[in-house]
C-alpha cells in the first residue's frame, strides 16, 4: 500500500502557484519523497525528489517539513498545460529493490 | 530519443489469446520496472529487474504473467491466456542503480481484452 495520502483534486488559476500537498506520516529516516507527474494517457513524468531540506528545479519546488511528516510540491506559476495527476510517493526499498509505490495521486486543474 | 521505449502503443487482443510486450530502457540502466494502471488509479507496481535477474514480484502478477530480461538489457511482458480483467495500460521503467534516483517511464502500452 502507498504511504502517502493526497487530496483527490485541487483547481488552480493559470499562472497563480498551485501548492500540492502530501502526507507520510510514517516515512522513516531514509526514505526519500518523490513527485512524478502524469498527463492523460502518457507514461508518470518525474517531477522532483528530497530527503529533509527544501529543494527546488526548474520545473518545481519541494517543501518538507522539519518532522518529514509532510510535504508540498510547489508549481510557481501555473500553466494549463500542468494539468495532470500529482503523485507523491514515498520510495520503500530493502535489499536495494527501492520500488515506487504510487497512490491515486492529486489531480490538478489548471483553471484559465 | 533517449528515453524509454514501449512496444506496441496500443494492442487488443480476443480474450484467451497471449500477448506479449516489450520495453527497451534507457542504455545503462540497470533496474527495470513493470507497472499495471486501470483507469482512474495510480500505477501499480508488478516487478522489477536488477540486470537479468528478477528480484521482486507483486501478487498481482498471476501465474498468467511472465517478464523476463534475459540480457540485462530490454524486457518482456508476456500475458497468457488473456482476460477481459487484463484491460489497462503497462508500464515500463528504468533507473541506474543508485540508490538515489528517479526511474524514467515509457508511455505505456495500452492493452484492450475483448
Known amino acids: 500500500d502507498a504511504k502517502t495520502t493526497q487530496p483527490t483534486s485541487m483547481d488552480c488559476a493559470e499562472g497563480r502557484a498551485a501548492n500540492l500537498p502530501c502526507n507520510h506520516s510514517?516515512?522513516?529516516?531514509?526514505?526519500?519523497v518523490y513527485w512524478y507527474r502524469q498527463i492523460h494517457s502518457q507514461g508518470p513524468q518525474y517531477i522532483i525528489h528530497g530527503l529533509k531540506n527544501n529543494e527546488t528545479n526548474e520545473m518545481a519546488s519541494l517543501i518538507i517539513t522539519e518532522d518529514r511528516k509532510s510535504s508540498t510540491l510547489i508549481l510557481p506559476h501555473a500553466t494549463l498545460r500542468d494539468t495532470a495527476v500529482y503523485y507523491c510517493?514515498?520510495?520503500?526499498?530493502?535489499?536495494?529493490?527501492?520500488?515506487?509505490?504510487f497512490g491515486t495521486g492529486t489531480r490538478l486543474k489548471v483553471l484559465a | 530519443d533517449t528515453g524509454v521505449s514501449q512496444n506496441p502503443r496500443h494492442k487488443i487482443t480476443k480474450r484467451g489469446q497471449n500477448v506479449t510486450f516489450r520495453c527497451d530502457p534507457i542504455?545503462?540502466?540497470?533496474?527495470l520496472y513493470w507497472y499495471r494502471q486501470t483507469l482512474g488509479q495510480g500505477p501499480e507496481f508488478l516487478t522489477y529487474?536488477?540486470?537479468?535477474?528478477?528480484?521482486?514480484k507483486s501478487r498481482l502478477l498471476s501465474d498468467r504473467f511472465s517478464a523476463e530480461r534475459p540480457k540485462g538489457s530490454f524486457s518482456t511482458l508476456e500475458i497468457q491466456r488473456t482476460e477481459q480483467g487484463d484491460s489497462a495500460m503497462y508500464l515500463c521503467?528504468?533507473?541506474?542503480?543508485?540508490?538515489?534516483?528517479?526511474?524514467?517511464f515509457g508511455q505505456g502500452t495500452r492493452l484492450t481484452v475483448v
Open positions: 542504455s545503462e540502466h540497470n533496474r
Open positions: 529487474f536488477q540486470n537479468e535477474a528478477q528480484l521482486e
Open positions: 521503467a528504468s533507473s541506474t542503480r543508485d540508490r538515489v534516483t528517479e526511474a524514467f
Open positions: 510514517t516515512i522513516s529516516g531514509n526514505e526519500y
Open positions: 510517493i514515498v520510495r520503500e526499498g530493502t535489499s536495494g529493490t527501492y520500488k515506487y509505490i
